[in-house]
T-cell receptor, first 112, second 118 residues
Framework: GENVEQHPSTLSVQEGDSAVIKCTYS??????FPWYKQELGKRPQLIID?????GEKKDQRIAVTLNKTAKHFSLHITETQPEDSAVYFC???????????FGGGTRVLVKP | GAVVSQHPSRVICKSGTSVKIECRSL??????MFWYRQFPKKSLMLMAT?????????EQGVEKDKFLINHASLTLSTLTVTSAHPEDSSFYIC??????????????FGPGTRLTVL
């Protein structure tokens, strides 16, 4: 089955700096890679996703890159703000109806 | 956007009792729903995949007789924790898959249910 590794487990950045979270996956059949943001006691919220036919996707301050050959994908947050502080999870899945396999999570703290 | 609700949001029960948690997709139909368990400061652990009209698929190590799942309609899945014990205390989150067309469907998460077993 799929195995997703996520690094780092914690990340502290100064407000305005960039944050990068990296994930690797094991199943070459995986084709969909979402990123979720979870605030304390709240539900995970999808913030961006990327499909295997695309190498990069950007949405305002958030971008995701995918390297299918190396089987890794990364989340980039630029110009970080205190409200970006949360736990971020990467995930991977093969297709619709299939389960998501989550990474271990990264706790991001943006210091004002 | 797609909205998923969960009820109750918090429940405290005595050891040995059973607790039912409901997961509803409010504005879309979901043939597939997922149940996760999350321990403090940990990732989401998939417990089972719930398919409308058929038996749930449980992940390895999850007792199907303890965690009963029923997906009787396209908008409702229930998780019943039977004979709950303190070690079952956790945050339980469901998600529902919404079809946007194509091969990849986004999962929308419920707000979670915090279960405390005394």
């Amino acid at each position: 089955g799929e195995n997703v590794e996520q690094h780092p487990s914690t990340l502290s950045v100064q407000e305005g700096d960039s944050a990068v979270i990296k994930c690797t996956y094991s199943d070459s059949a995986s084709n969909y890679f979402p990123w979720y943001k979870q605030e304390l006691g709240k539900r995970p919220q999808l913030i961006i996703d990327i499909r295997s036919n695309v190498g990069e996707k950007k949405d305002q301050r958030i971008a995701v890159t995918l390297n299918k050959t190396a089987k890794h994908f990364s989340l980039h947050i630029t110009e970080t703000q205190p409200e970006d502080s949360a736990v971020y999870f990467c995930a991977a899945t093969e297709a619709a109806g299939n389960k998501l396999t989550f990474g271990g999570g990264t706790r991001v703290l943006v210091k004002p | 956007g797609a909205v998923v609700s969960q009820h109750p949001s918090r429940v405290i029960c005595k050891s040995g009792t059973s607790v039912k948690i409901e997961c509803r997709s409010l504005d879309f139909q979901a043939t597939t729903m997922f149940w996760y368990r999350q321990f403090p400061k940990k990732s989401l652990m998939l417990m089972a995949t719930s398919n409308e009209g058929s038996k749930a698929t449980y992940e390895q190590g999850v007792e199907k007789d303890k965690f009963l799942i029923n997906h009787a309609s396209l908008t409702l899945s229930t998780l019943t924790v039977t004979s709950a014990h303190p070690e079952d205390s956790s945050f339980y989150i469901c998600s529902a898959e919404s079809s946007r067309g194509g091969s990849y469907n986004e999962q929308f998460f419920g707000p979670g249910t915090r279960l405390t077993v005394l």
